[in-house]
């Protein structure tokens, strides 16, 4: 999935788009997917503190997509539980 089909789907879901951050900036309590020089993917949760926690790179927007859209949907998940 690119870039464009992951915000539809997160929208077709009701994911909060403050969640989320691709290519924008770094805003903590938020997942983090960054596109780098050498055409790379960073994924990472950026804590309220500014850590980046779980960096994961991905060698395609494709991967890194389906990556951030499953943490997503487990967030998702878990904060209907509560």
Known sequence: MKVNDFIKSCDNNNIPRHWYAINKGLFPDTYI???DYNSK???FYLDEKRNELDVTYFDTEEEACEHLYNKL???LQYKAKY
């Open 41 to 43: 993917w960073r994924f």
């Open 33 to 35: 997917l960054q596109q």
């Open 73 to 75: 949907l487990k967030e």
